[in-house]
């Protein structure tokens, strides 16, 4: 091989790297003040050990997304573990709060349930009818208050749209974890159909919810009080709550997923996901198709785990409106005819880092204070033999 | 009058109980707003037959109030439980959300099966849902302890005057574009289903540990 020749491929990755960090030191400077909360490090060893495990893994992510400009399977590593380590959080404030991960009359009528995203579609038409919250939580004390969920998801939907299923849904991650175990998907075929069934969910959900004042899916039909909190099984009606909640725990979230390499329960069955999709509509940014560049292979339509990629959609260079912008379609077309684009803008490559920046930053502040709270409860549980503080 | 003024009172909460079952029915045949009127005509004859049972059964009962009995629990489970049935074979019953392609002669003629009716089943089953306006009106009946035309005037004036709240949803007819919205609401008729059928059994459930 001559010089000539080597030149770009010794140089250009020496010039990429370089690009790479200074593109990374917004990033890191942003998440060392939002991770910190502007109150200076923890002055415990645990508190300090787990903020620079999140600090360092969040911004090697972030780094290596803008080097190898590949943005899913790096995103997928820091959501993977955000879901995981929202389990570890959440059931352990559970057992330091309420002792067990029960849910008791008691607990809602002081109002003391976490508020959760999955809540939003049911609550408005309640509070517009009767001007209050159909959710027994507090508005603006403890953890997780409705006001701070509310503002979240807000000013998430503005600026990812349905990309918040992607970026900031802390139980997306474990189906997207389970959809990457198996190398190959099975034979099994879903039809397309079904990808209607959460509207007809969300449907469903605000209408029962207006009429009986309470957030059904919570009450019904959410998976994932499986590995959340649930009422004790004292009657008949509380076993056959806990079976459908475990039922659809095991189907959608572990079973099809494995099966099907796809996220089943957001794109199948999450009446949030299709709530959220509505603000796909609104929200600056969006992925694209280049119908020039496309050679209609159709590797992306296999690869979506939403199923937000058909034909119809490909020839119109878009996406359903479903899509969660993850960026699998992206990393994955042999032509790099898909782009993250941002409305008003020309289709080119170079406006991914427009929805890069915030969606990440988006991603790292909402995942890690629970991430860092996550790795210090498994510390002290390794340090002390239980994962318990005070 | 006073029938008539609880009901209108009370008819939001009237609305709220009825229009799951309502919109996805607007929205899955796909029809006008003309058509969704003579269907929802056929829904509230069937729920003005299930308000008149109730009065009747006011009237019957005399100082019956819900006691959380277990004929009670039996009276409102089947109806549920029927209901769930219904909405689930309306819900998948078409092409467009069939659960399975079920070969048999048997299965076909069901799935075509369109009876002209349904929606009277269906208000009749939705007036037989214990609601509490529905609640309210049979308290006011039975301690008043009236004659029976008493019982069943007030259950028609009180029927009349939360009917009215449902005389915008046909307008839904609007939307009758598109398979999208037909398939949705289809589904959700379906879910609606399921969600009556837990309801169903667990007013049975109740019904056999009162026994």
Request: contains cysteine.
């Amino acid at each position: 091989m001559s010089v000539l020749a080597d030149k770009p491929v010794t140089i250009r990755p020496i010039k990429n790297f370089i690009k790479s960090v200074l593109l990374t030191l917004p990033m890191l400077l942003l998440t060392l003040v939002l991770l910190t909360g502007g109150a200076g490090f923890p002055t415990d060893v645990l508190g300090l050990i787990s903020f620079a495990i999140n600090y360092l893994l969040v911004n090697s992510l972030f780094f290596m997304m803008i080097y190898t400009g590949r943005t899913d399977s790096y995103r997928a590593v820091l959501f993977v573990f955000f879901a995981v380590c929202f389990i570890i959080f959440f059931i352990g404030n559970l057992l330091e709060v309420r002792g067990s991960m029960l849910l008791s009359r008691e607990n809602l009528f002081k109002g003391e349930t976490p508020f959760c995203h999955m809540v939003i579609p049911m609550a408005i038409i309640p509070a517009v009818l009767t001007r209050t919250i159909i959710f027994p939580g507090s508005l603006l004390n403890g953890f997780a208050a409705v006001a701070t969920m509310l503002i979240i998801w807000f000013g998430a939907s503005l600026i990812l749209g349905r990309g918040f299923c992607s970026w900031g849904c802390f139980y997306g991650g474990l189906e997207d974890g389970i959809s990457r175990l198996r190398r190959k998907p099975s034979r099994l075929k879903i039809d397309l159909k079904w990808r209607y069934l959460p509207f007809a969910v969300l449907l469903f959900i605000v209408l029962t919810s207006a009429a009986t004042l309470s957030p059904t899916y919570c009450a019904w039909l959410c998976p994932f009080k499986a590995v959340t909190e649930f009422e004790p099984l004292s009657s008949w009606p509380a076993l056959i709550f806990t079976v459908v909640f475990f039922s659809l725990f095991l189907g959608l979230v572990i079973i099809l997923p494995f099966l099907t390499r796809r996220r089943t329960q957001c794109g199948l069955f999450c009446p949030f996901g299709a709530f959220q999709s509505l603000t796909n509509k609104i929200c600056s940014s969006e992925v694209r198709i280049d119908p020039g560049r496309c050679i209609n292979c159709g590797r992306c339509i296999e690869v979506c785990p939403t199923f937000s990629m058909d034909r119809d959609s490909l020839a119109k260079g878009k996406t359903t409106i479903t899509c969660c912008k993850c960026g699998k379609c992206i990393d994955h077309c042999p032509r790099k005819a898909i782009y993250y684009h941002t409305k008003g803008t020309p289709l080119h490559h170079k406006t991914r880092l427009l929805f890069l920046y915030p969606a990440f930053l988006f991603l790292a502040t909402f995942s890690g204070g629970i991430i860092q709270k996550a790795i210090h409860r498994v510390l002290l549980l390794v340090t002390t033999g239980s994962m318990l503080i005070g | 009058m006073k029938g008539f003024l609880l009901g209108l009172s009370n008819g939001v909460v009237c609305l709220t109980y009825c229009a799951p079952v309502l919109v996805p029915y607007f929205l899955s045949d796909g029809k006008n707003a003309g058509h969704n009127y003579k269907e929802l005509f056929k829904f509230l004859a069937g729920r003005l037959s299930g308000y008149l049972l109730f009065g009747i059964l006011a009237w019957r009962a005399g100082r019956f109030l819900p006691q959380n009995t277990s004929g009670e629990s039996v009276f409102f489970g089947v109806p549920y439980l029927i209901f769930a049935g219904l909405l689930l074979w309306y819900g998948f019953r078409n092409k467009e959300t069939r659960l399975c392609m079920g070969k048999s002669l048997w299965f076909q003629k069901l799935n075509q099966w369109s009876p002209q009716w349904i929606a009277f089943f269906f208000g009749l089953l939705t007036g037989l849902n214990l609601c509490p306006p529905l609640l309210l009106a049979f308290t006011d009946v039975t301690l008043s302890g009236g004659d029976l035309w008493h019982s069943l005037w007030f259950f028609f004036s009180f029927f009349a005057g939360t009917a009215v709240y449902l005389l915008p949803l046909p307008v839904l007819g609007i939307f009758n574009q598109g398979v999208t919205l037909k398939t949705i609401a289809r589904f959700a008729m379906g879910v609606t289903g399921l969600y009556y059928g837990f309801l169903g059994l667990i007013y049975l459930i109740r019904g056999v540990q009162l026994r």
